[in-house]
Every structure is written in structure tokens, then in C-alpha cells.
């Protein structure tokens, strides 16, 4: 047999061109592109009329991850990366957070554990630190950096989670040494609380009040402040879940300077506000996320990042937790108010078809710059590239079959998650994966799950020259 699978008549999307091909896959990688692909095939896709695109890498989504006691988030590795796959995604990368006292190793085996036989797509993990002491600074983050992890996420808010700048200066510094992308979560703690107290003397504790207390010279500051450690330690920063044209400006400012700076934008930032989270008493806590959805200034202002450039990905933050007591409507959140709400909302299985709906159809960017948005620049900035992120002789044949034209009205009833409601409900797109092959394997076909859980792979990275270059 010359291929275990070809792919005929579609159009192939790259990030850089758009040609009529047929598609050869054997042993999980792409081995032929060709007008016309003659020779023999254990199977045949027909995919006239469709795209035929590198599978989606949402490098930004937190599966089983853990939270405050009582609180359970609405996805594991098996119903996220199921979600995922059906999403068109081949590829997710969740977090691997570090408990305070644990170590980043200990942490690693709990997530591999939760992981374990239960991946339908390929996963690879950032490392949340928490807790960077003198032995993860100086001995654990080095060696797990040069062992392929490589990216670091930190905060700048949560009283759990957050570091001083001194921390992230050193965080930053090994990151930069090892060759680690450093994410950052900018948004500043000491403005949010102080906030936070004026909206709770005024009795100001209703869901829609979150936006209120993280408004965005909140998120503007933080972001200035991350991109100047940056500067003084030459990282490589992704400045995740940037939401307005503020931080906007100052990820370009730094830009100028040479600051190494990578930035990511999701589709909350697009096609919600803050008027979302009003809402009928609690129902507005199913907005609730961090940064917090703004207005259309901000969401004119996140488009223009996506097509001028701003922006180098395109992630879904899904971070999914159940309207229920697991989740958003704890006895805490019900008695306190948004301060208590859990920060977060699902999103792994509609980023794809939301901006290929709201950004192709609509003509805000093209197919090629879908494709760099949703896969290829995820796969650069985080070490998987040509490995992953594109079609190409030798490459993972991870692929996602498209219908431009199938019209979709996103719900709850259709999507393939844990959680157990979508904020885009109601959301009308244009456009929708209806197969998915992750190396070969056929898992989703005509939007029919086609394969067992358990064949997702973790992915190893290496660490990036861009990353570990002194900026000279
Ligand atoms: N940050 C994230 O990246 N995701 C959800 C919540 C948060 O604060
Ligand atoms: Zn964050
Ligand atoms: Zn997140």
C-alpha cells in the first residue's frame, strides 16, 4: 500500500498559500502533496468543496486543573480534548499548575496521571509556577525547561497564584537562560483589590461588578509592567488574553524598543462585553472571566490586532466551570458575590469556527492568516514547528477538513465538553470542522467521533533560539 490515507480534491490552506491538492499520508505524517496523487490507499477522504487545513493548536486551555477547595472545573483531559478534537483542533496545550509547597515535578506526575489513556488529541503542557523558590529557580525549572518544557506561566493577580516582580524578574531570567517562553497573566493585583474594596462598601457584589473591578487600565499597567521586567531580562513574553486597545498599544510600544514580545487574543475578546454579564441574578456569572469581556471600542480594537499583526494567536482560554455548585454558583459566590465566582469560561470547541465565521466570512483576514492564527504561530512560539502547524512533506499529518458554507447555530446540545453550557450560545457562524486527523487517525469524520479516547500523544518540545537569545 503507497498510503494509509489520501485526502482528494480539497483546498489545501497553509499559512502562507492556498492551492488545489491531494493530500498522502502514511505512518502519521504527510509524505505526498500533489495535483493529482495516483498509487494505492487503504482509505479515501473526498474532500471536494472543502478546506483542507493543519489542525487547529489552541495552546492556551486549562483541563482538570486544580482550584479553591470545592471547586471542580467542568473538563478533564477526556471530555476537553474530545471537545477539542470535534473543534477541529489536532493539538491543545493545558496547564500543569504548581501547587504552593509542591514541587513542579510532583506536579507534573499529577497531570500526567489525570492525562493518562484519556487524550483524544496531542497535548503539551505549560508549567504554571506558584511557588519559585531557590530550588525551582535555581535547579528544577532548568532541567525541566532542558527537558522540553518550555514555557512558563505567570500571574500577576490571584493572592494564591500571583508573583512579586522580583519573582517573575527570576522566573524570567531562567526562562531566558533555558530557552522558555514566559505567558503572562497581566493584570495587577493591588488595583483589583483596592477595587474590590470600594465595590464591596458600596454593596456592589452582583456578577456584572467583576468587569467593574478590572477595568482596563487594570490589565494596561500590568501589561506595561510585565513587558519592562521583560526588557530587563531580554525574555521571550506572551502577553495571553489581551482584551483593549491599551495593552494593545504597550505590546507595540515595547515591541519598538526590542522587547521580545509574542500576544495572544480569544473570542471572548471578540463577541462578548461586559453587558454579558448582567443577566438575570447569577446567569451573568457564566460570563465571568478574567480579563473580562469589554465593549465594542475594545472588540473593534482586538480585531484590528488580529489583522494588522498585533496579535500572533488565536487561543479559546477555555477554562470551563459548571453552572452548579462545582462551579460558578458555590455557596460562596452566592452569599459573597463575583469576587468568589470562578474565573473562567469553556470555549475549545467553537474559537475555530468563531473567528473563520467572524474574520473569513465576514473579510476581516484571509484563509492564511486563519490558519496562522488558530495553528501554525502557536506551534512556532511554543517548539512544535514544522513538527506541527502546517501541511508539509514530513510533517504530523494533523488535518482538519472544513465546510466554508455549513451554517451552525452554536448550543450547548451540540458541543462535545464537560461543561454544561456555552456563553456563545445562540451565536450564528458560517463554517465548520466536520473531520479531524490527528496523525493519521481519522477521529472525527463527517462530525461522528470515530476513534477511542487514549490516542493523543504528549508532545516533547525543544527549547527556542528566540527565546534564549540575549536580544544583542
Ligand atoms: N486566567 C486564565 O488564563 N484563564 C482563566 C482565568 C484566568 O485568570
Ligand atoms: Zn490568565
Ligand atoms: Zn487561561
Known amino acids: 500500500m503507497d498510503y494509509d ?12 498559500d492556498v492551492f488545489s491538492a491531494d ?3 502514511k505512518d502519521g505524517r504527510i509524505v505526498a502533496i500533489a495535483e493529482t496523487l495516483a498509487g494505492h490507499a487503504a482509505e479515501v477522504i473526498d474532500a471536494t468543496g472543502k478546506l483542507v487545513m493543519p489542525g487547529g493548536i489552541d495552546s492556551h486551555v486549562h483541563l482538570a486543573q486544580d482550584g479553591a477547595p470545592g471547586i ?5 483531559f ?20 504548581q501547587k504552593k509547597g509542591q514541587s513542579l515535578r510532583d506536579a507534573l506526575t499529577d497531570y500526567d496521571q489525570r492525562a493518562a489513556g484519556n487524550l483524544y488529541c496531542d497535548v503539551s503542557y505549560h508549567l504554571i509556577v506558584s511557588d519559585p523558590d531557590p530550588q525551582l529557580i535555581g535547579q528544577d525549572l532548568p532541567a525541566l525547561i532542558a527537558a522540553g518544557f518550555t514555557s512558563v506561566k505567570v500571574f500577576m493577580t490571584y493572592e494564591d497564584l500571583r508573583l512579586t516582580d522580583y519573582e517573575i524578574l527570576n522566573v524570567m531570567k531562567t526562562a531566558r537562560k533555558g530557552g522558555a517562553v514566559v505567558m503572562v497573566h497581566a493584570e495587577g493585583i493591588d488595583a483589583i483589590r483596592f477595587l474590590n474594596e470600594e ?14 473591578s478590572r477595568p482596563i487600565p487594570v490589565e494596561r499597567e500590568a501589561t506595561n509592567r510585565a513587558l519592562s521586567l521583560a526588557e530587563l531580562t531580554n525574555a521571550e513574553v506572551m502577553v495571553v488574553h489581551v482584551s483593549n486597545a491599551g495593552a494593545i498599544e504597550e505590546i507595540e510600544r515595547a515591541r519598538k524598543r526590542g522587547v521580545k514580545v509574542l500576544s495572544e487574543t480569544c473570542p471572548q475578546y471578540l463577541v462578548l462585553t461586559e453587558d454579558d454579564l448582567e443577566g438575570d441574578a447569577l446567569e451573568g456569572s457564566k460570563f465571568v472571566c478574567s480579563p473580562p469581556p469589554r465593549d465594542t471600542t475594545s472588540q473593534e480594537a482586538c480585531w484590528e490586532g488580529l489583522e494588522n499583526g498585533s496579535f500572533d494567536v488565536f487561543s479559546s482560554d477555555h477554562c470551563p466551570y459548571r453552572y452548579d455548585e462545582s462551579g460558578k454558583l458555590t455557596p460562596e459566590a452566592k452569599r459573597g458575590g463575583y469576587r468568589w465566582i470562578p474565573n473562567g469560561i469553556p470555549g475549545i470547541e467553537t474559537r475555530m469556527p468563531i473567528l473563520f465565521s467572524e474574520g473569513v466570512r465576514k473579510g476581516r483576514i484571509d484563509l492564511q492568516r486563519f490558519v496562522a492564527l488558530t495553528s501554525t504561530n502557536h506551534a512556532k512560539a511554543y517548539g512544535l514547528f514544522p513538527r506541527k502547524g502546517t501541511i508539509a512533506i514530513g510533517a504530523d499529518a494533523d488535518i482538519v477538513i ?5 451554517e451552525v447555530t452554536i448550543s450547548q446540545s451540540e458541543l462535545h465538553h464537560g461543561c454544561d453550557y456555552t456563553p456563545y450560545e445562540g451565536l450564528a457562524v458560517t463554517g465548520w470542522p466536520v473531520t479531524t486527523i490527528r496523525r493519521g487517525v481519522t477521529v472525527v469524520r463527517d462530525r461522528k467521533l470515530v476513534a477511542d479516547k487514549g490516542i493523543g500523544l504528549y508532545q516533547t518540545r ?3 533560539a528566540s527565546a534564549a537569545s540575549d536580544g544583542s
Request: hydrophobic fraction near 40%; charged fraction near 15%.
Open 402 to 406: 472544513w465546510d466554508p458554507d455549513l
Open 199 to 212: 465595590l464591596e462598601a458600596a454593596g456592589k457584589t452582583a456578577p456584572r461588578y467583576h468587569a467593574t
Open 23 to 25: 493530500v498522502g499520508i
Open 462 to 464: 525543544v527549547p527556542s
Open 72 to 76: 471542580v472545573m467542568g473538563d478533564d
Open 5 to 16: 490515507l489520501i485526502i482528494t480534491g480539497g483546498t489545501v490552506v497553509t499559512a502562507a
Open 78 to 97: 477526556e471530555t476537553g480534548t474530545r471537545s477539542a478534537i470535534f473543534g477541529g483542533n489536532t493539538t491543545v496545550m493545558p496547564f500543569c499548575l
